[in-house]
């Protein structure tokens, strides 16, 4: 189990570094997108050097990892390794592979959205298996051990001043586009890493509690906490199922529950943060 589990987490920051460097490479490199991290430095350095965005990303992000492992020592662990190269090494393939010498589009704003879509998800895969992309993370983590400064509030001030440079190295609109990716990048990682932990959460009252629990067990292969109850207006003997299940399965066991039990009455609450055996801490 405790294999799957590593082997899953491995596939899961395998694609979300591929989608990040799809979108650095297909969409924020070419049209200058200097939203934050690595990429956006490479991508300030790459059009004033004759040393590729691509290429810079691998000198940044090695450099990067070697000041970890010196600074951090145990601190850059071999998620952020894997993501880290993995990242560098796709970027270095497509430049490769596809050269790029103007943007796809003549739609900025079209590409923009694309490149923060593409990154966002990237990032908030990597981060929902408690991995890292390296780069700048590796940076706000060296400046919180020696001046104590909030990881988030140190990341977020090396990136507002790589965006701000675009206004210099580009134009205003460049600037403008990447400061404003950089906003949207900050909200949607966010937002996607807690929807992937979305689960609902059951309580029924029920007269019926062994066959909606059997249903939830065989079924569903969940388990449920039972509470005896009692109707405050019926009088009558009830029982209370509190149970968690995933989005799809909620839709399910809300059909059946009311199919079992007619009278019952159901409660249903979105929660984006489980802790337990089958949801996150467990393996």
């Not at 430095?41 to 090695?62: D, E, H, Q, R």
């Amino acid at each position: 189990m405790k294999t799957k589990k590593y082997i899953s987490d491995y596939l899961v920051m395998f694609l979300g570094s591929l989608l990040m460097s799809a979108g650095v490479y297909f969409f924020k490199i070419p049209n200058g997108f200097s939203t934050g991290g690595v990429s956006g430095a490479a991508t300030l350095l790459g059009s004033i050097s004759v040393i590729s965005p691509a290429t810079w990303i691998t000198i940044f992000n090695v450099a990067l990892l070697i000041i970890g492992f010196i600074t951090l020592g145990k601190g850059v662990g071999i998620r952020t390794v894997f993501c880290t190269i993995l990242f560098s090494a796709a970027t270095q393939i497509l430049e490769w592979l596809i050269p790029m010498t103007s943007p796809l589009t003549d739609q900025p704003l079209l590409e923009l959205i694309y490149a923060m879509l593409l990154t966002s998800v990237g990032s908030a895969l990597i981060f929902y298996r408690n991995g890292s992309s390296g780069g700048t993370d590796i940076i706000a983590l060296i400046i919180k051990k020696h001046f104590g400064i909030n990881v988030g509030t140190a990341l977020l001030c090396v990136d507002c001043l790589i965006a701000a440079s675009a206004f210099m190295v580009f134009d205003v609109r460049t600037g403008l586009f990447s400061v404003l990716g950089l906003l949207i990048k900050a909200f949607l990682v966010d937002g996607l890493i807690q929807s992937f932990d979305t689960c609902k959460c059951f309580m029924i009252v029920t007269s019926k509690p062994d066959e909606i629990n059997k249903y939830i067990m065989q079924n569903m292969h969940h388990s449920s906490t039972i509470v005896e109850g009692h109707g405050a207006y019926s009088h009558s003997e009830k029982w209370v199922i509190y149970t968690v299940c995933r989005p799809l399965e909620a839709i399910k066991l809300q059909k059946t529950a009311k199919e079992i039990d007619p009278d019952s009455f159901i409660t249903i609450t979105t929660s984006s943060e489980i802790i337990g055996k089958g949801f996150k801490g467990s393996l």
